[in-house]
């Protein structure tokens, strides 16, 4: 977990945020050396954030991602050492999550990955020290992002859906490839429809996925995906 007045209290070691930034910062020289193109994955504190900008700024390749839990969540869903809330990059301080949704909104960061990383039942039932770090996240993502950033005011829904469907492919070069990120004619018919007005509440033994471990678990959520068509095939229907 994320290094600072919860780990303290918990007893538990921490992951200071300079762990990320020293590797952002790594990577963007890199980059700027290289020419190339510089991905980040999953950010989660603010120090982040600024380095990102400013290589923005400089006209430095690089674009980042980040997850509905780091934009919803802080350290102190670790409270009680509960161990769907153990992730990495952990989860950060409220400062941090400020910091992600505002660069979220400016586009400082790209685009919005769920980070689904499913386990076993039992491998989370296990010491906070031990047990692994990853929560699913592909059937609370759009629900989550939704109820946090859109119905509070933060976002509009299409600020959102550009953020986890066309900025993706944007960033990956797929629309130009006909892979995904538009609806025009041509392209792959891979659609993903929402029920923005669903109510629902987060049981995890209800999910599709085989995996339960999740941080949002009684959380009530606005929003819900009802239909998903992959190349012109419905896979999924709520």
């Known amino acids: 977990m994320h290094e600072g007045l919860v780990s303290t209290r918990l007893g538990l070691k921490g992951i200071p945020a300079a762990a990320e930034?020293?590797?952002?910062?790594?990577?963007?020289?890199?980059?700027?050396?290289?020419?190339?193109?510089?991905?980040?994955?999953?950010?989660?504190?603010r120090g982040s954030?600024?380095?990102?900008?400013?290589?923005?700024?400089?006209?430095?390749?690089?674009?980042?991602?980040?997850?509905p839990h780091h934009l919803t969540l802080t350290d102190y869903a670790c409270e009680e050492y509960d161990t769907h809330a153990k992730m990495n990059p952990p989860l950060r301080e409220a400062a941090d999550?400020?910091?992600?949704?505002g660069a979220l909104k400016e586009g400082v960061i790209d685009c919005i990955a769920s980070d689904h990383a499913p386990h076993a039942y039992d491998e989370k039932e296990a010491a906070f020290d031990d047990a692994p770090f990853g929560v699913v996240g592909l059937e609370t993502a759009f629900a989550v992002a939704h109820t946090e950033l859109v119905e509070s005011g933060i976002f509009t829904l299409p600020e959102l859906i550009r953020r986890m469907s066309t900025d993706p492919a944007r960033v990956f070069h797929l629309a130009?490839?006909?892979g995904g990120g538009t609806l025009a004619p041509g392209s792959v018919a891979d659609v993903a429809v929402f029920d923005t007005t669903a109510k629902w509440s987060v049981d995890p033994a209800a999910f599709h996925s085989k995996s339960r471990?999740?941080?949002?678990?009684?959380?009530?959520?606005r929003g819900r995906a009802v239909l998903t068509i992959v190349a012109g095939t419905i896979v999924h229907e709520l």
């Open 49 to 67: 954030v600024a380095i990102i900008r400013e290589a923005k700024e400089r006209g430095i390749r690089v674009t980042a991602e980040v997850t």
């Open 176 to 178: 130009e490839a006909g």
């Open 97 to 101: 999550v400020a910091a992600l949704r």
């Open 21 to 45: 930034e020293i590797m952002v910062a790594r990577d963007v020289v890199l980059a700027e050396l290289s020419g190339g193109h510089v991905h980040l994955c999953h950010m989660s504190c």
């Open 213 to 221: 471990n999740t941080p949002f678990t009684g959380r009530a959520l």
